[in-house]
């Protein structure tokens, strides 16, 4: 029977969705397991998930023999060694759209409150003053949203800002597909010179390292707002505090930043900090329940199509193999050094046993290639140990 083991308080949605495919093993743990806590439950574990604390590393993937699968039940995957765990024929998985919603909310809810001055008039109110004024304050309606980075989340701000009455125009830096009544820019200035909010939602990296300088920064009007829940490092953050101070721009939102404090006790540190027309968050733009039980469904169910059909869609580590629904008698999964002539052998010994191939999968990455074989018939166990026992072979099962 195949074990799960859930560390690390995953969502109960992953266990649901588990069961509702069939799996009936399924262990949950509290806490992150490490050292020979950690290898004893993967020597028994088919599949295991974790969050961000537990650490995968080659040392310990080295010893299992069992694991078949790791899911990573949040969005980052630097806590498992994926080459390891390639290498080893475990695909890993994680959920990279399971938040996007949340982060697109608070972006909206972000464009409102600044273009409103609520940012400052609560602050105001807090120390005892009744700033009942009109003036600077704005509805979105009608404003320009523009949107830099017009990828997942970017898309799905675009959606939302139009529902409340806002045009958008977005940058991308690939031709990407308008949805709504979005229109793209020219260029990237031509975005920061007209848009009345700038939200940047840009993957982080060398690329997008200080993207917003203070050139930029002072191409946009100074009754404009920025707003950053994409990465820290995409804003040079000295630049944008001049900016406000200088009142060469109207307020920001962030909720990125290049140094965040590692835990709840270490000191967040800003030069935004006690800036009126700024609202600080610590990285919380994907942090919802909903997000939450969407991850647990999202990484549960590409575990168990993984299991029940050999799926590798979306793995991070693996060849992607698209779901097809497994409709012969038998079906072989076979991840080997990506070389000549293992399909080759491996066919002439499903002819030579005289079996006909039905359907058959293959994709590569890197070193790695992975198979899948569909056959209509019983596959003796001789057959299916000289195929295991090929030399190239990494892995090799029957589901
Ligand atoms: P995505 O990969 O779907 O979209 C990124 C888009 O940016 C792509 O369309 C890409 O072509 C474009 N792009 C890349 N370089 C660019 C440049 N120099 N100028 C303009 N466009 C450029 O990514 P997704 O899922 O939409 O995530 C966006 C960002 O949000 C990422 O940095 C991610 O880490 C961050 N994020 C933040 C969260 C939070 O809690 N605040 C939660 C989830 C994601």
Redesign the pocket.
């Known amino acids: 029977m195949t074990k799960i083991v859930l560390l690390e308080k995953i969502h109960a949605s992953a266990v649901a969705h588990l069961k509702s495919e069939g799996f009936t093993d399924i262990v949950q743990l509290p806490t992150a397991l490490t050292g020979k806590d950690l290898a004893d439950t993967l020597a028994d574990t088919d599949m295991i998930g974790i969050r961000s604390a537990t650490h995968l590393t080659a040392d310990i993937l080295e010893k299992t023999s069992r694991l078949r699968a790791i899911g990573c039940f949040c969005?980052g995957t630097n806590q498992v060694d994926l080459g390891a765990a390639a290498a080893r024929g475990i695909p890993v998985f994680n959920a990279?759209?399971s938040?996007?919603r949340?982060?697109a909310e608070l972006v909206i809810a972000q464009a409102i409150l600044l273009l409103r001055r609520i940012p400052e008039k609560n602050a105001r109110a807090h120390r005892g003053h009744w700033d009942k004024s009109a003036v600077g304050s704005n509805e979105v309606r009608n404003k320009l949203l523009g949107i830099?980075?017009?990828?997942?989340?970017?898309a799905q701000v675009g959606i939302l800002a139009e529902s409340v009455g806002m045009r958008v125009c977005y940058?991308?830096?690939?031709s990407?597909l308008p949805l709504g009544n979005a229109r793209p820019t020219a260029s990237?200035e031509e975005l920061l010179e007209l848009a009345d909010i700038v939200t940047l939602?840009?993957?982080?990296g060398n690329?997008?390292e200080n993207?917003m300088t203070r050139d930029k920064i002072n191409l946009m009007k100074p009754s404009a707002v920025l707003i950053n829940?994409?990465?820290g490092g995409?804003v040079e953050i000295d630049a944008l505090h001049e900016a406000l101070m200088e009142k060469r721009l109207a307020g920001a939102a962030l909720?990125?930043f290049p140094v965040e404090p590692r835990n709840e006790k270490e000191e967040f540190v800003s030069p935004l900090r006690g800036l009126d027309n700024v609202i600080l968050t610590p990285?919380?733009?994907?942090?919802t329940e909903e997000a939450q039980e969407n991850i647990g469904r999202e990484v549960a169910d590409k575990l168990a199509r993984f299991m029940k059909a050999g799926t590798t869609r979306w793995a991070v580590n693996f060849p992607e193999l698209p779901h097809v629904e497994k409709e012969a008698r038998s079906r072989v999964l076979n991840v080997h050094r990506n070389e000549p002539g293992v399909i080759a052998r491996m066919n002439a010994d499903f002819a030579a046993a005289g079996l006909n191939i039905v359907a058959q999968h293959l994709q590569t990455k890197g070193a790695i290639g992975y198979v899948i074989t569909d056959v209509d018939a019983v596959i003796p166990k001789s057959l299916l140990q000289k195929i295991c026992k090929e030399p190239a072979t990494i892995r090799c099962e029957l589901i």
């Open positions: 969005i990279p759209f938040n996007t949340s982060v830099i980075g017009y990828g997942n989340i970017g940058y991308d830096v690939e990407k990237l939602h840009v993957p982080g690329a997008t993207l829940a994409s990465r995409v909720d990125v990285h919380i733009g994907g942090s």
